[in-house]
């Protein structure tokens, strides 16, 4: 059956050797990324590829946000490197990268919005990437959400991608984030937040048909279903200084209807009852196949051996164990485009 990976992770290498002039010493996850070969040898990732019958992959770009390290023309040019070497790489191996995920000088929201005209428009992107957060500014700021508005009218997809470093703190009292719980637990943390400000920012009930692909399944969100439903169905009546109840009432639907409406990938590293959990809050048929490839301890082939594993185990039809592995991906990518 074929396997479309829709969210794992590239460094074309202009863009590579551009980021290391710009930000050669960059921390934590740089350091991470700088040990991972796979991101930049062709080479390594058609070996591991090959490993697995019938699988392709999306290609978008790995952390850190371009606007994380860089500000102004450096940061255009980024995402100038970024979008046209995932287009060589899309074009010149169709049948291992059927598409790729535009990146964005998100620090610039009048040049992030050029750039997805022109990595959309011309260069035949199949969505944009977005993180939790754009340099600390939630994304329900105006000129954030326009660009969820104007993915709703390319009819495309966003993939929302997590990131926070360790200078965000795990107490008030401290100063940074203590044995990588920024990435551990933040990351989830940081996903799910950004999924509850676009709920209540009314973005799906501005365009009902929004495509939003969220990382690893979902995050917190299919876990604490309870809070998220119920709970929430109570906004309101623990704030006293807010009457966050307006905000209910200017909702069309109730907040966990919102959440089902987002897409979530099968990258939760390996974990099985993880991707049940996910699975059964979204649905197969709001479910994507993903790996995070290549970042696991063989710096490659495990989570997406691990994860092949777990979408043949699960006791679904084999309909919708398509639909997982390819189907959702093809529609909503408009790959026949």
Not at 260 to 268: H, Q
Request: proline content about 7%; aromatic content about 12%; charged content about 25%.
């Amino acid at each position: 059956m074929r396997k479309l990976d829709v969210f794992n992770h590239i460094y074309p290498r202009p863009y590579f050797d551009r980021m290391l002039a710009v930000a050669p010493k960059f921390k934590d996850i740089g350091k991470r990324m700088r040990g991972v070969p796979m991101l930049i040898d062709l080479d390594e990732r058609f070996r591991v590829m090959d490993r697995f019958d019938h699988y392709q992959q999306i290609l978008s770009i790995a952390t850190p946000p371009i606007e994380v390290y860089s500000s102004g023309q450096d940061s255009i040019d980024l995402a100038h490197l970024a979008n046209d070497g995932m287009a060589e790489l899309v074009e010149k191996h169709p049948d291992r990268f059927p598409g790729f995920v535009a990146s964005l000088p998100l620090g610039d929201p009048d040049a992030a919005m050029r750039e997805i005209e022109r990595a959309v428009g011309d260069l035949g992107a199949r969505g944009i990437q977005l993180f939790s957060n754009i340099n600390g500014k939630p994304l329900d700021t105006p000129e954030h959400l326009a660009l969820f508005d104007r993915m709703a009218a390319f009819d495309l997809p966003v993939w929302l991608h997590p990131y926070r470093g360790a200078e965000m703190s795990d107490y008030a009292s401290e100063t940074k984030s203590k044995f990588e719980i920024w990435w551990t637990f933040g990351w989830p943390y940081e996903t799910s937040v950004a999924m509850a400000r676009l709920v209540f920012s009314g973005i799906f009930d501005r365009h009902p048909n929004l495509k939003v692909i969220i990382h690893h399944l979902g995050a917190m969100a299919p876990y604490f279903e309870g809070r998220v439903g119920p709970g929430w169905d109570q906004l309101g009546t623990r704030t006293s200084d807010v009457d966050y109840s307006s905000v209910l009432k200017a909702l069309k639907k109730r907040p966990i209807d919102y959440f089902r409406m987002f897409y979530g990938d099968t990258a939760v590293f390996g974990a099985y009852d993880a991707t049940v959990c996910g699975l059964n809050f979204f649905g197969a048929d709001h479910v994507l196949f993903a790996s995070d490839a290549p970042f696991d301890p063989e710096k490659g082939p495990m989570y997406i051996r691990e994860t092949i594993a777990i979408v043949d185990r699960l006791p679904i039809s084999d309909a919708d164990r398509e639909k997982i592995y390819w189907r959702n991906a093809d529609e909503l990518l408009r790959l026949d485009r």
